[in-house]
């Protein structure tokens, strides 16, 4: 089964008819046809809490992930795959300004791999996108092919904040591959995991790498040969990056089928807050 394709019951008849519709080629041809010739309406939202955690993959074990025509970064043999969380404040079209306040503000996590940054710099590909909220879900399938996110009915993303420690506590799932559990505090040593240190010079140009995206892919639910590309603005003030470490976690299963160690630290850290913008998608 396509990994984009809608994960729900089959055996329930409202899902079964829902991912039909969500996934009918003749009705997202049409509406390919019609957005063509229509403006693209921006999308706004003010993020927070977003946890990035990153693993080395041995890029010879993503060769038959992607078409040929979508090259990973890579270097020394590794390339980079990311598991960013976090909660939105009023996710909804820029042109209702204050009105966006009437928005609900869903949980989103985003699970990718980074293009070559020759060929396509700034560029990530989506190997999964998980919401918690049914309107986005539905709407994102209809209107965008570059957001076929997937409904996780457990999807927990908390900060506490205890005295001077600061808590994200992160608790995802959607079936047996797409799963993961968290909770990581906030430090002040930037410092890079051992296996990192061949690949960055230093934390800071670590992290640059991993949070400068302007564009992101993914692969169409009816024709995975092919691919749309979003344009995203996400003004960051470096400020707002806090270097974090691992208290508890429990990884992907999905992580085994590349052969990561179950040992390997993911390099994590937290922005916590910045401004996110939908600019505009086409298909590639």
């Keep these: 089964m396509h990994k984009h394709r809608l994960k729900v019951s089959l055996q329930n008849y409202f899902f079964r008819i829902l991912t039909a519709i969500l996934s009918c080629h003749r009705l997202l041809t049409l509406r390919r046809y019609i957005m063509k010739s229509l403006p693209f ?8 809490d977003v946890v ?30 990311t598991i960013l969380s ?20 869903p949980k989103q996590s985003n699970w990718r791999f980074y293009l070559d940054s020759n060929t396509h710099p700034q560029t990530v590909i989506f190997e999964q996108v998980l ?18 996110a997937q409904f996780c009915k457990i999807f927990q993303h908390n900060k506490e904040d205890l005295n001077s420690n600061t808590q994200i506590h992160t608790k995802i799932f959607l079936d047996q591959n797409y799963h993961l559990e968290s909770e990581i505090h906030i430090t002040d040593e930037k410092k890079l995991p051992s296996n990192w240190t061949t690949l960055f010079p230093t934390w800071d140009s670590a992290i640059n790498f991993l949070v400068e995206q302007n564009f992101a892919w993914s692969e169409w639910v009816d024709q995975a040969n092919h691919f749309s590309q979003g344009e995203i603005h996400m003004p960051i003030d470096t400020k707002n990056i806090k270097p974090a470490k691992i208290q508890t976690l429990i990884p992907p299963t999905l992580l085994k089928q590349w052969n ?25």
């Design 52 to 81: 990035y955690l990153s693993w080395l993959v041995d890029v010879d074990q993503l060769k038959n992930h992607f078409p040929d025509h979508v090259p990973l970064w890579e270097k020394n043999g590794k390339t980079i795959f």
């Design 86 to 105: 976090y909660q939105h404040q009023h996710f909804g079209f820029a042109f209702f300004h204050r009105l966006r306040s009437l928005f609900p503000s």
């Design 131 to 148: 919401m918690d909220q049914w309107l986005y879900i539905i709407a994102g399938r209809l209107f965008s092919d570059v957001m076929p």
């Design 41 to 48: 309406l921006k999308l706004k939202s003010e993020v927070h």
């Design 260 to 284: 990561i160690a179950e040992d390997q630290q993911p390099l994590v850290f937290v922005i916590s807050k910045l401004d996110f913008n939908v600019l505009a998608e086409k298909p590639l």
